[in-house]
């Protein structure tokens, strides 16, 4: 070899592209292409980023023991079955590091977060994609793909990028039937945002055993994506593992700092999640009287279905003309649709009459 050469897995996914912030034309055009929190984050959030400054030079808690004590204390868990990353993406990277590799199997649903196959196939693992059942993961469709070599079931609920979502009772009997020794993890990144009922981020089946992951974040309704903040939750044995393939030092000083903050603001889960669930629920009226296809979304985006490909290019090139940015899907094998994230009420009025004009047109 006359140069160095790299793995032949690393050629095998191609590079993960988030959702765009340019456009040209436009100074500062309305983003809405990576399911970012309508308000930002929280002002408490914003202190205590500019409080943290003074102490730049110190390293940070490289166990984020104080930012756990204050996940636990807020969602009733126990601080010493918590980890936090770089995001949850870290976590899920890592889980997949240390129970996947070369000969095992990781199954995910058709049109889930593609981290997971990116992730996975990095590390050697063969992906298998189970289909869906009207844009949701589908548990037979997952168990029909079990086999001696599946070690990890990777499930975002809801699933980003379609908002669908599976109720408890799916959860629990596909838990019940995957083979103890098959890691299952629960991406829960739009958890907070679901009013349904029927409903768990995750907690109880961590609770139920030894073989279940929920990984969760600041991105979204924390308005915090820039500072790169999640946590998992997960038996101690897991626990045990993440801490000892993590980085020294996952989490820095302000985004540790924020999350707590963030954490503690007033009222904040409260008031986004209303204003979540009233901006969706107009929008998705206001697309379907124009006669637009929406699917039902338990989360902060909703997906349009064009029909076809070339209706979605053309309607998210009405959007980028007025200034207005969202997500083209044809990664997730959507190419016909289109991803919008629910932003302030302005922005989605504005969305609604632009994509009711050109449903018009």
């Known amino acids: 070899m006359s140069k160095p050469v790299a793995r032949p897995e690393i050629f095998s996914v191609a590079a993960y592209v988030g959702g765009e912030s340019k456009l040209a034309g436009f100074e500062k055009p309305l983003k809405l292409s990576s399911n970012e929190g309508a308000f930002g984050p929280p002002p408490g959030a914003l202190r205590a980023i500019a409080e943290a400054a003074a102490n730049m030079h110190r390293y940070p808690d490289g166990g984020a023991a104080k930012l756990r004590q204050a996940l636990g204390k807020k969602f009733g868990l126990d601080p010493e ?3 936090c990353g770089n995001g949850s993406d870290e976590i899920l990277t890592l889980l997949i590091q240390s129970y996947g590799g070369p000969g095992t199997e990781l199954i995910m649903s058709e049109h889930g977060f593609s981290i997971y196959e990116i992730s996975g196939k990095l590390a050697g693992c063969t992906v298998l994609k189970a289909a869906e059942k009207d844009l949701t993961t589908d548990v037979d469709a997952i168990l029909a793909l079990v086999s001696p070599a599946t070690r990890m079931v990777f499930i975002a609920n809801p699933n980003n990028p379609t908002g669908t979502m599976l109720g408890q009772g799916e959860m629990e009997r596909l838990r019940n ?5 098959v890691l299952l993890v ?3 990144a739009y958890s907070e945002y679901v009013e349904r009922a029927d409903y768990d981020a995750g907690v109880k089946l961590v ?3 030894e073989n279940t992951v929920m990984t969760r974040t600041f991105s979204k309704i924390f308005g915090m994506g820039g500072a790169r903040l999640g946590w998992g939750y997960a038996p101690p044995a897991i626990i045990d593992v993440l801490n000892r393939v993590r980085p020294p030092f996952p989490v820095n000083n302000f985004a540790a700092a924020a999350g707590i903050a963030a ?3 007033p009222g904040w889960l409260e008031m986004s999640r209303a204003h979540n669930s009233t901006e969706r629920r107009r929008l998705t009226e206001r697309l379907t009287q124009a006669g637009l296809k929406v699917i039902p979304s338990e ?6 279905d064009f029909s076809t490909v070339e209706r979605a290019s053309a309607a998210d090139a009405h959007l980028r003309k007025h200034g207005i940015i969202v997500r083209q899907v044809k990664s997730y094998g959507l190419p016909h649709c289109l991803r919008i994230t629910i932003g302030t009420v302005e922005e989605c009025n504005l969305v609604a009459e632009l994509l009711s004009d050109f449903s018009h047109g």
């Open 81 to 83: 079955r918590i980890v």
């Open 177 to 181: 039937i995957l083979p103890k020794h």
């Open 186 to 188: 629960l991406d829960a």
């Open 207 to 209: 609770d139920a055993g």
């Open 263 to 265: 954490l503690e603001e």
């Open 299 to 304: 989360a902060n985006f909703i997906l349009v």
